[in-house]
């Protein structure tokens, strides 16, 4: 069975560029989250989708955006990129309710130069 | 916010010694998870506990629920190279609380 895939594996960008980044979860899982993991630091909430909708948002601005398409693959949408957005941004899937454990795909590294 | 305390931050042991480490949490979970991440991946699942009190075992990694719901362990066997990584711990409320990750452990083993 394949696990979460993310694409792209690295994005390079320029400060006030925009992002975009993309998710597939596991098949037979509904909900989506993202996470942002900047250099040696801990997971940071950014997004969780589930069944097509927003159900929670972590303590990020505006700018930082998502969506869930109806086969349930996701996109996380950076705007007006900043330096300090730099990091790598994790993609999770789990069955839906959020009751469940999650599994997480192996991460898009995003450069803001 | 709820927030995760882990420790230790990070610690050198000699290969074949045994390893703990804990989280602690100033809310309650009805869920605690344990993640193991190699450098430039993603993390991957290592054990899931949901009820208070329980004890649940993956090969060498045991891992506890602690009965005030407001801390875990994780204890790893004997010890060996490829254990080296990153250690999360992970909480969970319920519903659609989001979960909530410690800030890790890592762990270098010395051959």
């Known amino acids: 069975e394949a696990g979460v895939t993310q694409s792209p594996t690295h994005l390079i960008k320029t400060r006030g560029q925009q992002a975009t980044l993309r998710c597939s979860p596991i098949s037979g899982h509904t909900s989506v989250y993202w996470y942002q993991q900047a250099l040696g630091l801990g997971l940071q909430f950014l997004l969780w989708y589930d069944e097509g909708e927003e159900r929670n948002r972590g303590n990020f601005p505006p700018r930082f955006s998502g969506r869930q398409f109806p086969n349930y693959s996701s996109e996380l949408n950076v705007n007006a990129l900043e330096l300090e957005d730099s990091a790598l941004y994790l993609c999770?899937?789990?069955?839906?309710?959020?009751?469940?454990?999650?599994?997480f795909g192996p991460g898009t590294r995003l450069t803001v130069t | 916010g709820q927030q995760l305390n882990q420790s230790p931050q990070s610690m050198f042991i000699q290969e074949g010694e045994d390893v703990s480490m804990n989280c602690t949490s100033s809310s309650i979970f009805n869920t605690w998870l344990w993640y193991k991440q190699d450098p430039g991946e993603g993390p991957v699942l290592l054990i899931a506990?949901?009820?208070?009190?329980e004890l649940t075992s993956n090969g060498r990694l045991t891992a506890q629920f602690g009965i005030t719901r407001k801390d875990s362990f994780l204890n790893i066997s004997a010890s060996i190279p490829s254990d080296v990584g990153i250690y999360f711990c992970?909480?969970?409320?319920?519903?659609?609380?989001?979960?909530?990750f410690g800030t890790g452990t890592k762990l270098q083993v010395i051959p």
């Open positions: 506990l949901y009820k208070a009190g």
């Open positions: 999770a899937s789990s069955l839906s309710g959020g009751s469940y454990e999650q599994y």
């Open positions: 992970a909480g969970k409320s319920g519903g659609y609380q989001k979960v909530t």
